[in-house]
């Protein structure tokens, strides 16, 4: 069993910059990969980024060179950094870990980004 509690939304200017962090609990954190995925007032939920153990990244299009992940694993943590952030940022962020091996996905309550100006 994983716990995740996201924290680090708000509300920010067109180009500004917030940090999400994620702090995870619980066993065999080692196993999971962590992610962030967010969903819009209409839309699907999407991937925005995910990172390993070993710290292999995935990110998606719409945030490459603008959002960074990163992982803390001393600290069972993981973070998003968002800069440059555009209105279509606005959305619920959701912090995500999820093991191919156990076969499990856990799942943040979410944090509200708004990004207006």
């Known amino acids: 069993q994983v716990q995740l509690v996201e924290s680090g939304g708000g509300l920010v200017e067109p180009g500004g910059s917030l940090k999400l962090s994620c702090a995870a609990s619980?066993?065999?954190?080692?196993?999971?990969?962590l992610g962030w995925y967010r969903q819009a007032p209409g839309k699907e939920r999407e991937l925005v980024a995910t990172?390993?153990?070993?710290?292999?990244?995935k990110t998606a299009d719409s945030v490459k060179g603008r959002f960074t992940i990163s992982r803390d694993n001393a600290k069972n943590t993981v973070t998003l950094q968002m800069d440059n952030l555009s209105p279509e940022d606005t959305a619920v962020y959701y912090c995500?870990?999820?093991?191919?091996?156990?076969?499990?996905?856990?799942w943040g309550q979410g944090t509200q980004v708004t990004v207006t100006s």
């Open positions: 990172i390993t153990l070993g710290g292999s990244r």
């Open positions: 995500n870990a999820h093991s191919n091996y156990l076969g499990k996905d856990y």
């Open positions: 619980g066993s065999n954190f080692n196993l999971y990969s």
